[in-house]
Antibody, heavy 118, light 107 residues
Framework: EVQLVESGGGLVQPGGSLRLSCAAS????????MNWVRQAPGRGLEWVSY????????YYADSVKGRFTISRDNAQNSLYLQMNSLRDEDTAVYYC???????????WGQGTLVTVSS | SYELTQSPSVSVSPGQTASITCSGH??????VCWYQQKPGQSPVLVIY???KRPSGIPERFSGSNSGNTATLTISGTQAMDEADYYC??????????FGGGTKLTVL
């Protein structure tokens, strides 16, 4: 069974940093691209970042470019999102999601809540 | 930046057909997928590559993509289908793009 479990969310002050993790199991993590998607309270889904299976290709949404860094450790079956210079508008549930290879996201984690507030 | 447009809400009676649309000027050249999200839950992929259903998704869910509009159709809508639905495609450089979401009410 495919499982994606996010962790690392919490309350952080504006300008602060946080590192999210996503532990993958039930599939061969090293051959799949992965994504981070977020959802602000009461709002829709917003794609955040993409990383290819070998980490050779990485994309970011304009809203986080230069502040967030996606990475992965295939030996540890883990995906990460380093978030720096956090702003109020980064408050959201952050989901990790597996990329099916056909431009869709076929499995999602349960999400981790990040709250940016003073 | 590229945008996908969805109607904010759609209502349907139980047993009837619900149609949820997604428009975007590049859609004629793209695969579209759809996600269902119930309150407090993570999104679930219900349609990929315009009209394919993942394993476990009921046959009453179908999709199409024509011109610049993609459509998610739910035939014989059930109360359990009440949820938010999001379309998704991609922009240049494979950046994923989501529509704003449509709240489906079954009443």
């Amino acid at each position: 069974e495919v499982q994606l479990v996010e962790s690392g969310g919490g309350l952080v002050q504006p300008g602060g940093s946080l590192r999210l993790s996503c532990a993958a199991s039930g599939f061969t993590f090293s051959i799949y691209s992965m994504n981070w998607v977020r959802q602000a309270p009461g709002r829709g889904l917003e794609w955040v970042s993409y990383i290819s299976s070998s980490s050779s290709i990485i994309y970011y949404a304009d809203s986080v470019k230069g502040r967030f860094t996606i990475s992965r450790d295939n030996a540890q079956n883990s995906l990460y999102l380093q978030m720096n210079s956090l702003r109020d508008e980064d408050t959201a549930v952050y989901y990790c999601a597996r990329d099916s290879g056909g431009y869709s996201l076929d499995f999602w984690g349960q999400g981790t809540l990040v709250t940016v507030s003073s | 930046s590229y945008e996908l447009t969805q109607s904010p809400s759609v209502s349907v009676s139980p047993g009837q057909t619900a149609s949820i649309t997604c428009s975007g000027h590049k859609l004629r050249h793209q695969y579209v997928c759809w996600y269902q999200q119930k309150p407090g839950q993570s999104p679930v992929l219900v349609i990929y590559q315009n009209n394919k259903r993942p394993s476990g998704i009921p046959e009453r869910f179908s999709g199409s993509n024509s011109g610049n509009t993609a459509t998610l159709t739910i035939s014989g809508t059930q109360a359990m289908d009440e949820a938010d639905y999001y379309c998704q495609a991609w922009d240049s450089s494979s950046e994923r793009v989501f529509g704003g979401g449509t709240k489906l009410t079954v009443l």
